[in-house]
Nanobody
Framework: QAQYVEFGGGVVQSGGSLRLSCASSGSIGMVTHMAWYRQAPGKQRDLVASFTISGTTDYADSVKGRFTISMDTSKRMVYLQMDSLRPEDTAVYYC????????WGQGTRVTVAS
């Protein structure tokens, strides 16, 4: 099944940084409105950062100023640079389209130790 593949997660100390990457597999392609989501244990999946259809970026209030979404269309990759990480950022991170999600991938787990 065509889907996006996320990688780059890991365990990091509070205040540290990680860069997540997302690639497309199979026939699925990148669109302008790519997004990153996350799901913490016992919670719903939430939108964290995205490109809008107009190409601007949008961030959840909890990550503004700390996370940066970027895209390399030539490499068909989407990235999420995460700085000043906090324990509450611990979650499984997924990439998908902001509008009309496709099948979800496995995600990549981020654990921020206090």
């Amino acid at each position: 099944q065509a889907q996006y593949v996320e990688f780059g997660g890991g365990v990091v100390q509070s205040g540290g940084s990680l860069r997540l990457s997302c690639a497309s597999s199979g026939s699925i392609g990148m669109v302008t409105h790519m997004a990153w989501y996350r799901q913490a244990p016992g919670k719903q999946r939430d939108l964290v950062a995205s490109f809008t259809i107009s190409g601007t970026t949008d961030y959840a209030d909890s990550v503004k100023g700390r996370f940066t979404i970027s895209m390399d269309t030539s490499k068909r990759m989407v990235y999420l640079q995460m700085d000043s990480l906090r324990p509450e950022d611990t979650a499984v991170y997924y990439c998908n389209r902001r509008y009309q999600n496709v099948a979800w991938g496995q995600g990549t787990r981020v654990t921020v130790a206090s």
